[in-house]
């Protein structure tokens, strides 16, 4: 009974998903196209490329640290230290916490530089 719903919510989301994203190309090529016709510097360019770089570092990090609260999380909960939903969502909550902490210093550390 469950597969009945997930299906067609899957497949309709999936499609959802792939008109907002080439929407979002689209839009962002002509946005590209109507600045360098009109002859203004492109260097917004290069400063959307930094951010990228940035947010990827970001996405990293915080996964590397919810990935990391799993673990813990089962490790606790497999030693009956804590319940098991209590272990997994606090651990996932307290290293994805700490692994943002880590990349604001470091994003700190990268801008002085």
Do not use: W
């Not at 009945?4 to 080439?22: C, E, H, K, Q, Y």
């Not at 098991?84 to 700190?108: D, K, N, P, T």
């Amino acid at each position: 009974m469950q597969e009945d719903v997930i299906v067609p919510v899957a497949f309709f989301g999936m499609i959802f998903g792939i008109v907002v994203l080439v929407t979002y190309y689209r839009n962002k090529r002509m946005e590209r196209t109507a600045l360098i016709a009109s002859g203004r510097d492109a260097s917004i360019f290069k400063e959307e490329e930094k951010k990228s770089k940035i947010n990827s570092l970001k996405y990293g990090i915080f996964l590397v640290g919810v990935a990391i609260g799993f673990i813990v999380g089962d490790s606790l909960a497999v030693a009956d230290v804590f319940s098991e939903g209590i272990a997994y969502i606090s651990m996932v909550l307290l290293f994805g916490g700490v692994s943002l902490l880590v990349f604001y210093l470091l994003a700190r550390k990268m801008n002085r530089e």
